[in-house]
């Protein structure tokens, strides 16, 4: 697909290797104006040019090409779908819930052979940066005993002919590859994140949470903000959680617009974007930061804060929102941490929820 707007840059051995310092500097033009045309960022993409460095890592792409075509028949028929697959929630490659099997068979069933688990292992820990693995290991230990014990996964399309997408699903996990095979998205489509790492019901400074950090970069921002800021960016009532269908490119935003922020004010949203996007591979942390482009970049996004469900009531905001015309990203973080994520070039694209 030449012509498609995300066209990554996947499989050198240290293409993950962009410091924070890096992703901040690329991705700002130092003015808000400037950040609607954050598209280049050479750091963040570039790969090494042909026959220089080390030779290429096979990409999650490749592991799925080769599981498709590993699968017999028997297996096919529980896990494989057409491209367009539907049932009763929708498009099922568009879905993305905060708790659900996309199939039955867990990973580390018999149902997989050994050979078929460490290529799924493989797709799936490639889809991260090497500097979450640990992180991200923890995550499903915390919240599903483990990595491979409660997720389950589906393909669909036809890996290396055409139009495919893998998909692994469980406990506070949605997570997609498709070699760019769906049009105008980023992560393949929506995509789920999450951590409850000491119960159901975390203590306002989220002990051992993977994910709060997150939350305390987009806290810093709304220190940063003046009075009349904090009016505009605080809402009393979050909207539910999966609420994260586009608004259209014409509807109103709630929150603070990127574009009011001060200098510093704007290089700590950048920070921000930069922690959201950070556990994944490289190719994938640029296709997000690439979407915003056409929709007028950064400067078109607000952040939102929510009073409702503070924990402790301690004016630490749990629950926030960065949104755009067709870019959201939403972090709950009570009673635990759930974050929602829908992020594409165009605003017509519609997706699945419960």
């Given at each position: ?158 890996p290396g002919q055409g139009k495919f997408q893998f998909v692994m699903t469980g406990r506070h996990l949605t997570i997609r590859c498709d070699g760019d095979s769906a049009d105008h998205v980023a992560f393949g489509g929506p995509i789920f994140y999450g ?35 904090r009016k505009v960016a605080l809402i009393a009532e979050a909207p539910d959680e999966s609420e994260v269908q586009f608004r259209g490119g014409t509807a109103e935003i709630p929150g603070l617009p990127v574009s009011d922020l001060s200098p510093d004010q ?89």
């Amino acid at each position: 697909m030449p012509d498609h707007p995300f066209r990554t840059i996947q499989g050198h051995p240290n293409d993950q290797n962009v410091s924070r310092r890096e992703f901040v500097r690329n991705v700002s033009t130092a003015t808000v104006a400037g950040l609607a045309a954050c598209t280049s960022l050479p750091n963040v993409l570039r790969a090494a040019e042909p026959g220089q460095g080390k030779p290429s890592e096979p990409t999650p792409e490749n592991y799925v090409q080769k599981l498709y075509e590993s699968l017999t028949p028997e297996q096919r028929k529980v896990v494989w779908f057409d491209w367009d697959h539907t049932d009763k929630r929708g498009l099922l490659r568009t879905h993305v819930d905060a708790n659900w099997s996309i199939t039955e068979p867990v990973i580390s069933s018999r149902f997989f052979t050994a050979d078929q688990q460490e290529l799924i292992e493989a797709i799936f820990f490639k889809l991260y940066n090497p500097d979450w693995h640990a992180r991200i290991r923890k995550q499903l230990q915390d919240d599903a005993g483990g990595y491979g014990r409660k997720q389950s996964i589906a393909l669909f399309g036809h890996p290396g002919q055409g139009k495919f997408q893998f998909v692994m699903t469980g406990r506070h996990l949605t997570i997609r590859c498709d070699g760019d095979s769906a049009d105008h998205v980023a992560f393949g489509g929506p995509i789920f994140y999450g951590h409850a790492a000491q119960g159901f019901d975390e203590r306002p400074d989220h002990p051992g949470n993977v994910f709060w950090e997150q939350a305390l970069k987009a806290n810093q921002l709304y220190k940063m903000l003046d009075g009349k800021q904090r009016k505009v960016a605080l809402i009393a009532e979050a909207p539910d959680e999966s609420e994260v269908q586009f608004r259209g490119g014409t509807a109103e935003i709630p929150g603070l617009p990127v574009s009011d922020l001060s200098p510093d004010q704007q290089e700590q949203i950048q920070k921000v974007l930069f922690n959201l996007v950070e556990p994944y591979r490289q190719g994938d942390r640029g296709d997000a930061i690439k979407s915003l482009a056409p929709r007028g970049g950064l400067a078109a996004c607000r952040i939102a804060f929510y009073q409702s469900d503070d924990i402790g009531n301690d004016g630490v905001w749990d629950n926030w929102r960065l949104e755009g015309p067709s870019f959201v990203w939403h972090f709950r973080g009570a009673p635990h941490v759930h974050v929602w994520v829908n992020v594409s070039d165009d605003p017509t694209v519609k997706i699945s929820t419960s």
